[in-house]
């Protein structure tokens, strides 16, 4: 079914964008004309009367005709304008340059005075649109768009022209004032200060680093000078060593299967070594005996002769050249008191040497006979605390200027028993006791000329059973307790009488008498004191003369 056709109305563009009119060809002055509120309102009239009118009457000349005719051309006719108001910050058409934006003000922050110059008071930063105070510019206020006289529709949009921004005013920076020169008493004081705080620290610091090390460097130790590693004086313990070790010897004496360990000294150039009995009781066959010198140079020893009760024997070495032979002191001037060394070979290490001091003077001891056959040692010996030890039996005690003054001989140790040989009385405890050298002389002699070495007796038997104070003769009533005609007998002792004194020095028992005895000669006069028939009986005091025996 067929409509009537309806009357058709010309469409409204309402958003269409403007023609731009082309700048480039019109003059300068009429775009400075059409720039102007003149032409921006112009130009609103003339799109009214486009929009009222329609298009052209027909029958109207379009440019061509117009031209043809020699009319001046009509300027095209603007494009319609919207029937809202023009948004100066609504997005441009295609093509169209948009709106400019008034740009606000820069402020610049007002310049900081320098370092010690103050600040005026009540100074501030401004806030955004008003100038520094001071600086000689007012507040710049924002721009309208309006009233740059930008065309608010229709035609093109230019953004207003660029302001100038304002530059706020500097303060000039005052002078900075002069820096006062600063005394010199006060500079030196000051740097005298650092430098004695810094050597102090630098001070300390060294002397804990040597405190704790000893020294900045590399440690070096001391160092002996020659001179003082030189010989020592002869009156000096070290002196009086180096002259006496060359005539110490070590012996050692093979037998049955053991072997004994000594010491022994040098008595002549002829080869005789003096030593204790018990050292070579036990060699055997004609190298039972090996001699051993300080050098190091060795022979074999042969026994001359000994003795048990007196425990001294002789050895002779032959075919040895440069022996030294030890001078020989005075053991009856021997006092308490007095330095001496020992020397030995304590558990066979030759050339060891002790000191100490003479403790006791005529102290009577009896050692050996400990073993079956074995005969006991009467010795009235000098003590000494100088250190010995088994295998220092034989060695020779020496005084202050280096004389022989006794024989090494016998040590009491812990276990109570004194004795050197075989190590059985244990270590030095501090008491050593030395034949003295006036007894071993006379020994020597006997048995390097003789073989065999005399005992001084008065000819009487004693009773070893006794407990009383001193030594009985023989049992009461008892036969051969006196021998006839013997030194007692001719003296007018007999049996029950009771000695208490030997040339005025105490005797305590059997044993003490025949140490006193045998510490002299024979054929020397003694003084006994007597208690007749027993303790109860008259004092006496006889002489005798010492008579002699052998073995």
């Known amino acids: 079914m067929d409509e009537p056709n309806a009357t058709r109305q010309e469409p409204k563009w309402w958003s269409r964008p403007r023609r731009v009119p082309d700048r480039r060809t019109q003059p300068a002055a009429t775009r400075s004309a059409e720039t102007g509120p003149a032409a921006v309102e112009s130009a609103r009239e003339q799109t009214a009367e486009a929009a009222a009118g329609g298009s052209a009457a027909p029958g109207s000349a379009g440019p061509e005709a117009q031209a043809a005719a020699g009319e001046p051309a009509a300027a095209p006719a603007a494009c319609p304008e919207p029937l809202h ?109 650092v430098l004695a705080l810094v050597a102090g620290g630098a001070g300390g610091l060294i002397g804990a680093y040597i405190e704790r090390n000893g020294s900045v460097s590399d440690i070096e130790l001391p160092r002996t000078a020659a001179a003082e590693g030189g010989a020592r004086p002869k009156g000096s313990i070290a002196g009086i060593a180096r002259q006496t070790l060359p005539g110490v010897v070590t012996l050692h004496a093979r037998g049955g299967g053991a072997e004994a360990t000594g010491t022994g000294f040098v008595l002549d150039r002829r080869g005789h070594i003096l030593t204790n009995h018990h050292v070579v009781e036990g060699a055997e066959g ?39 032979p030890l001078p020989l002191g005075d053991s009856d001037a021997v006092r308490v008191g007095d330095p001496v060394i020992a020397f030995g070979a304590p558990f066979d290490l030759d050339g060891t040497v002790t000191t100490g001091i003479v403790s006791a003077t005529e102290r009577p001891i009896t050692a050996g006979g400990g073993e079956p056959g074995s005969e006991l040692s009467y010795v009235n010996a000098l003590q000494t605390d100088a250190p010995m030890n088994p295998g220092n039996s034989g060695g020779p005690l020496v005084d202050a200027r280096g004389r022989v003054v006794g024989v090494n001989s016998a040590i009491r140790g812990a276990g109570g028993a004194p004795g050197l040989s075989g190590g059985e009385g244990g270590g030095s405890v501090g008491l050593g006791f030395a034949i003295p050298v006036n007894q071993a002389r006379r020994i020597a002699e006997e048995l390097i000329n003789e073989g065999r070495a005399t005992h001084p007796v008065i000819g009487v038997s004693l009773d070893m059973q006794y407990e009383g104070e001193g030594a009985r003769i023989g049992g009461t009533g008892g036969r051969g307790a006196v021998v006839p005609g013997g030194p007692a007998d001719r003296a007018g002792l007999a049996a029950g009488d009771v000695i208490t004194e030997v040339g005025g ?47």
């Open 85 to 193: 108001g023009v948004d100066p910050y609504s997005t441009p058409p295609y093509g169209g340059p948009g709106p400019w934006a008034p740009a606000p003000p820069v402020q610049r922050p007002p310049v900081t005075p320098p370092h010690g110059v103050a600040l005026p008071p009540g100074s501030t930063t401004p806030p955004h649109g008003v100038p520094a105070e001071g600086s000689g510019s007012a507040a710049v206020p924002p721009v309208d768009p309006r009233s740059t006289g930008a065309p608010e529709s229709g035609g093109p949009t230019r953004g207003p022209e660029p302001q100038p921004v304002p530059q706020p005013a500097v303060p000039p920076i005052p002078p900075r004032p002069p820096a006062r020169p600063r005394p010199r008493g006060r500079r030196i004081a000051l740097g005298a200060l």
């Open 286 to 324: 004609a190298e039972g005996v090996r001699v051993t010198f300080d050098g190091g140079q060795t022979a074999t020893g042969e026994v001359v002769g000994g003795d048990a009760g007196y425990d001294l024997a002789v050895v002779q070495v032959s075919h040895v050249s440069g022996l030294t």
């Open 505 to 551: 020095k105490p005797v305590t028992g059997g044993e003490e008498l025949i140490v006193r005895i045998r510490s002299h000669r024979p054929g020397e006069k003694l003084e006994l004191t007597v208690l007749g028939g027993g303790a109860e009986g008259a004092r006496r005091t006889v002489r005798v003369t010492l008579g002699s025996a052998t073995g």
